[in-house]
């Protein structure tokens, strides 16, 4: 297969049809601290989607999300809905109105980044090299005649056996042609607070939910054999979206996969409280301030989206069952978390607010 080529075609529109959802968060001050502020939801389409799916439920998120992030109170630190419970509320939706035939997948991931699996990946930051996707297939033949106490190697491209074989060598960090996905939202978002850094480009997490049918040949979609030895697979109740499916018909968007794409993103506010939503009066500022704000504003809501899923037991220990990955995971349950909460809110301390 020409990895190669498959990945110059490739772009987001030509396999999803896409409803663009934009969680706003602005700035407020929470006694002498910065913090988020979910100050609304917002559908980015105004055209009608392609899909017939999205054709009531872009109305329901507006009037039910936004109603609630604007009255209610469920956050200890903001006067205003948090952004986990804005996540959470939108799943329920979006759960309760699943057309008859189709199952809800989802993708949570650091940034505002194309959907894109790790073969295709370029540059020196975690990318392969023209050479590498040229000659992928010789590379994984080769590691599974090496070891094939650990891998085996099947050549029929797209199969069930092939994507198990290659979701184990993406179990041990080797670039594949797989996107994970999973069937839990919960697990998903903690996919996309451990993977967040405010200083890489484009630095909005985004959670996508996939319209899977439940038959589903034709497109990208994959699910695999769940094998005792590739125990995260279990652990993180996965599925893939397998960029060896792709050709002639699915670019050329016969097969699209329709997907909602949730991204928090920073909006200028610096509101103190609810009312303020309505007419804010603000000051004008300058860039370096409102990149302050932004970055406050995004890791802010990252940080209390994790600590609620810990208190819901979701742990990234738990997701990666490996020895190596499960002592990763004790290291940061007991590392110094208050010195951290001190570094963290001298970072954010501004003056009280009389």
């Known amino acids: 297969m020409d990895y190669q080529s498959m990945c110059d075609l490739y772009t987001e529109e030509k396999i999803f049809d896409t409803l663009e959802v934009k969680i706003k968060v602005g700035v407020t001050t929470y006694d002498s601290f910065k913090a988020y502020l979910v100050s609304g939801v917002q559908i980015e389409n105004d055209a009608e989607p392609t899909s017939q799916i999205f054709n009531e439920i872009r109305k329901k998120i507006i009037n039910s999300i936004n109603k609630m992030t604007v009255t209610d109170k469920h956050s200890v630190s903001h006067v205003s809905w948090s952004a986990f419970y804005t996540f959470k509320e939108m799943f329920d939706l979006l759960e309760k109105n699943i057309p008859e035939d189709y199952s809800l997948f989802y993708r949570g991931q650091g940034g505002g980044w194309q ?3 790790t073969l295709y990946r370029k540059g020196d930051q975690g990318g392969y090299s023209d050479e590498f996707r040229k000659n992928y297939d010789k590379i994984y033949k080769s590691i599974a005649q090496k070891f094939p ?7 029929e ?3 069930d056996e092939r994507a198990t074989n290659l979701a184990e060598l993406q179990h041990y960090g080797l670039g594949t042609p797989l996107v994970d996905v999973t069937e839990n939202p919960f697990i ?3 996919f996309m607070t451990m993977g967040y850094n ?4 484009n630095p909005n997490p985004q959670m996508d939910v996939f319209y899977i049918k439940d038959d589903e040949t034709s497109s990208i979609f994959q699910n ?3 094998l005792h030895q590739n125990t995260r697979i279990t652990a993180q109740k996965g599925a893939f ?3 060896e499916k792709l050709d002639e018909s699915v670019l050329a968007g016969n097969k699209k996969i329709s997907r909602i794409c949730i991204k928090i993103e920073y909006q200028y506010l610096q509101i103190t409280n609810v009312e303020d939503l309505s007419e804010p009066n603000e000051p004008a500022l300058t860039v370096e301030e409102l990149n302050k704000n932004e970055k406050i504003a995004l890791e802010t809501s990252v940080m209390d989206i994790a600590s609620k899923l810990n ?3 979701y742990s990234g220990s738990d997701l990666f069952p490996d020895f190596y990955k499960y002592l990763e995971g004790v290291k940061m349950k007991y590392a110094d978390k208050d010195h951290t909460k001190q570094q963290w809110n001298t970072k954010f301390k501004v003056e009280k607010v009389s």
């Open 224 to 226: 695999v054999t769940h």
């Open 311 to 313: 208190s819901y037991h």
């Open 149 to 155: 106490e650990d891998l085996s190697y099947c050549a």
């Open 115 to 117: 959907i894109s699996p």
């Open 241 to 243: 979206l397998n960029f």
């Open 188 to 190: 998903a978002m903690l």
């Open 157 to 159: 491209v797209g199969s």
């Open 198 to 201: 405010s200083d890489v480009d």
